[in-house]
């Protein structure tokens, strides 16, 4: 499988540039002519795919629609035993030069300063996420940080982790597999009570689920924070400041100015 993504000038408009994406495959492909039926909602290339796949649901209707409201276009070609690509095109506002650079430095300012969280030895933090790609992103998000991650891809996983290490922090999602994130979260705190000679860790919780409820579930399975998802740098680690604070940390480092 292949992406290919190119912003060229809208041949249209001299204030636009067009964002051409295009995802190509080696799978089974299908005839042409079932092409344009694929967009519709629930649609079947033939009852052989549907029995080996299943439809294509309304994964598909869904994108044609969000293409066409930002005034684009989505198009498939695909040849049976050869593959398919998948392509879609919209229209981006080109800007201006100052445009760019005022951009640029608001970016710079309101970025979160690449120093260490902790003063003194790194900030040991687990992870548990089951998504790998959520997985990369908060790994990114605090790379600029002096951290130490621990990955966990379900809430099981990460107190088995949480038993074998200490550490300073655990960020723990709400929904996965195996084991949720609040009866983790009960269980690394009863793991806490049963041992008194571990510290209490702090623990926020990541949850795209940001309602009042929620909160006060992760608040009552322990969690001391809630930084809802999609998560940014700067909720990120003002997220893991918070519940830094919670824990009582004395070596909370102070952002530089």
Request: proline content about 7%; hydrophobic content about 50%.
């Given at each position: 499988m292949s992406l290919t993504v190119d912003v060229e000038p809208d041949a249209a408009s001299s204030s636009l540039n067009r964002l051409r994406v295009a995802v190509q495959d080696s799978g089974i492909g299908f005839d042409e002519s079932l092409a344009a039926s694929l967009f519709d909602r629930f649609s079947q290339a033939d009852n052989s795919i549907t029995r080996r796949f299943g439809g294509t649901g309304i994964g598909l209707s869904i994108c044609k629609q969000l293409v066409e409201l930002m005034?684009?276009?989505?198009?498939?070609?695909?040849?049976?035993?050869?593959?398919?690509?998948?392509?879609?095109?919209?229209?981006?506002?080109?800007?201006?030069?100052?445009?760019?650079?005022?951009?640029?430095?608001?970016?710079?300012?309101?970025?979160?300063?690449?120093?260490?969280?902790?003063?003194?030895?790194?900030?040991?933090?687990?992870?548990?996420?089951?998504?790998?790609?959520?997985?990369?992103?908060?790994a990114l998000m605090l790379a600029p940080y002096h951290v130490e991650l621990e990955i966990a891809s379900n809430g099981h996983l990460g107190l088995e982790c949480?038993?074998?290490?200490?550490?300073?922090?655990?960020?723990?999602?709400?929904?996965?597999?195996?084991?949720?994130?609040?009866?983790?979260?009960?269980?690394?705190?009863?793991?806490?009570?049963?041992?008194?000679?571990?510290?209490?860790?702090?623990?926020?919780?990541?949850?795209a689920n940001a309602m009042e409820q929620h909160r006060l579930q992760g608040a009552e399975a322990g969690a001391d924070v809630h930084i809802s998802k999609p998560i940014t740098p700067g909720s990120l680690i003002d997220g893991v400041r918070q519940a830094l604070l919670a824990g009582g940390t004395d070596r909370l480092a102070r952002p530089i100015a």
């Open positions: 005034g684009g276009h989505i198009q498939v070609r695909s040849q049976p035993g050869v593959g398919s690509t998948f392509s879609f095109d919209i229209p981006l506002a080109r800007p201006a030069a100052d445009d760019s650079t005022a951009f640029a430095a608001a970016e710079a300012e309101s970025a979160p300063d690449a120093v260490g969280l902790v003063a003194g030895p790194a900030l040991r933090i687990l992870l548990v996420e089951d998504n790998d790609i959520n997985q990369e992103i908060v949480f038993q074998r290490q200490i550490f300073d922090l655990v960020l723990m999602d709400m929904q996965m597999p195996v084991m949720d994130g609040l009866t983790a979260i009960r269980a690394l705190r009863a793991l806490e009570a049963a041992d008194p000679a571990r510290v209490r860790t702090p623990i926020a919780l990541l949850s």
